[in-house]
T-cell receptor, first 112, second 113 residues
Framework: GQQLNQSPQSMFIQEGEDVSMNCTSS?????WLWYKQDPGEGPVLLIA???AGELTSNGRLTAQFGITRKDSFLNISASIPSDVGIYFC????????????WGLGTSLAVNP | EAGVAQSPRYKIIEKRQSVAFWCNPI?????LYWYQQILGQGPKLLIQ????????DSQLPKDRFSAERLKGVDSTLKIQPAKLEDSAVYLC???????????FGPGTRLTVT
């Protein structure tokens, strides 16, 4: 099925560094969602974006809905060890029963 | 507010056996989703219910997979008979209505040997 292009695939950073990841699509979306999944758990919703150009923060996390409506970015500032996990983007268009289309995830490792 | 509950958390079966998973969504959530997540991939939607009706089951392998949500609350997903390639995490999610944010349960890790 349709998938989003999410990059990078993996990151290994030092504690305290900032992190940036993004998702792109060939289709226009009207919603972008960012989830984090810890090992052995289900994805947890971090940030939801509903409007082109929207910039939303949740603590040290900031996400943006791209102006073209075909991309989104997630930034994590001052990373800490508990940021370790897999980050997924998901987008929703107006068609397809508003089904979520998922990226393949960005695996983040933080070296304390 | 209690989250999405799933059981069992882990299951190991032999190929050709059958297995069932249970999900209890967040109270008041009309929409329930079953996803399959293979290692290294994002979740893949198997079936979506709105109350007790099926909204989308286009990616459900109907020759072996079935799901029901008889009273519009709890749901079960069954695989019969299981194949090796069914080894995955099965995630249940719920949302207030279609198109709203989805909240996930912890998943059931299935290993088929």
């Amino acid at each position: 099925g349709q998938q989003l292009n999410q990059s990078p695939q993996s990151m290994f950073i030092q504690e305290g560094e900032d992190v940036s990841m993004n998702c792109t699509s060939s289709s226009i979306f009207n919603t972008w969602l960012w989830y984090k999944q810890d090992p052995g758990e289900g994805p947890v919703l971090l940030i939801a974006l509903y409007k082109a150009g929207e910039l939303t923060s949740n603590g040290r996390l900031t996400a943006q809905f791209g102006i073209t409506r075909k991309d989104s970015f997630l930034n994590i500032s001052a990373s800490i060890p508990s940021d370790v996990g897999i980050y997924f983007c998901a987008g929703r268009s107006t068609g397809n029963n508003r089904k979520l289309i998922w990226g393949l995830g960005t695996s983040l490792a933080v070296n304390p | 507010e209690a989250g999405v509950a799933q059981s069992p958390r882990y299951k190991i079966i032999e190929k050709r056996q059958s297995v069932a998973f249970w999900c209890n969504p967040i109270s008041g959530h009309a929409t329930l989703y079953w996803y399959q997540q293979i290692l290294g991939q994002g979740p893949k939607l198997l079936i979506q219910f709105q109350n007790n009706g099926v909204v989308d089951d286009s990616q459900l392998p109907k020759d072996r997979f079935s799901a029901e949500r008889l009273k519009g609350v709890d749901s079960t997903l069954k695989i019969q008979p299981a194949k090796l390639e069914d080894s995955a995490v099965y995630l249940c999610a719920s949302s207030l209505v279609v198109g709203y944010e989805q909240y996930f349960g912890p998943g059931t890790r299935l290993t088929v040997t």
